[in-house]
């Protein structure tokens, strides 16, 4: 019962933080990255596949969520839980890629363009605003969807304790309304506190079964919404998420 009410509660925090048509005049999002990642951004059809033409067609690259450059990344909020992370590796079911709202910073050229001798590329809007409103994508697992990034103010070496105090905030579109970020910001810190409080009804059992039901819970934390947090440090990359969910979808 303890786990589904944290995985129930899990689920509703990562709804809050899907992207919905609220502000469909400031989609804009820019990738930072070196120039050779061109060869697997825009790639080249043949042309028996495509008549007498050889074509450049955009594409999308995607990282498993368990596979993140950053150790911390994507396991932020198991260590904030207090779960131990010695686990087998899985695959997540989630795929991502990662892009920000901010289109000329020089801590991003920096630290994603090669030191500013690599490329920022700008997703087409149509694009994105098509993500967003495609109806057979409009729930939170989706094929195809965006999220906030979600930044806390933790260390990420001690359990937390009282979410209440914790300072957080998430991505925010161009133009957007400061209270809507705030509004988000203040229903993610709301489920939170709710999980940890479950959490320590949880660790209060003990035995074999409990060991089994942690380890379930931490999978299921790292691959479904761990990639939707980030210590507060990053903020300055007001970074969204593109997030292929891969589960139960074979024909992907």
């Not at 001690?158 to 979410?163: D, P, Y």
Request: glycine residues 4%.
């Amino acid at each position: 019962r303890d786990i589904n009410t944290i995985r129930e509660k899990l689920a509703l925090t990562k709804k809050d933080l899907y992207v919905k048509d609220e502000n469909p005049n400031g989609v804009k999002l820019f990738q930072y990255t070196s120039a050779d990642s061109i060869q697997y951004l825009l790639k080249t059809k043949n042309k028996e596949e495509y008549g007498n033409q050889n074509l450049q067609i955009p594409s999308l690259r995607f990282t498993n969520a368990n596979q993140m450059n950053d150790p911390i990344e994507g396991r932020l909020l198991v260590r904030a839980f207090g779960l131990s992370e010695e686990t087998d590796y899985k695959l997540s079911n989630f795929y991502i890629s990662s892009a920000t709202n901010v289109e000329d910073s020089l801590p991003l050229w920096k630290q994603y363009a090669n030191e500013g001798k690599g490329i920022c590329l700008q997703y087409s809007s149509d694009y994105l605003r098509k993500i967003i409103k495609d109806e057979n994508v409009n729930s939170s697992d989706g094929y195809v969807n965006i999220f906030r990034e979600c930044y806390i103010d933790i260390d990420p070496d001690k359990e937390t304790q009282n979410w209440n105090k914790i300072s957080m905030k998430v991505s925010t579109w161009n133009r957007e309304d400061v209270n809507i970020n705030r509004c988000i910001a203040c229903k993610v810190r709301s489920l939170l506190q709710d999980i940890h409080d479950n959490m320590k009804e949880l660790k209060e059992c003990s035995g074999e079964q409990y060991e089994k039901e942690i380890k379930v819970l931490r999978v299921f934390m790292n691959a479904k919404i761990g990639y939707l947090f980030k210590r507060m440090d990053y903020s300055y990359e007001n970074e969204f998420r593109l997030s292929l969910n891969m589960q139960d979808k074979k024909d992907l």
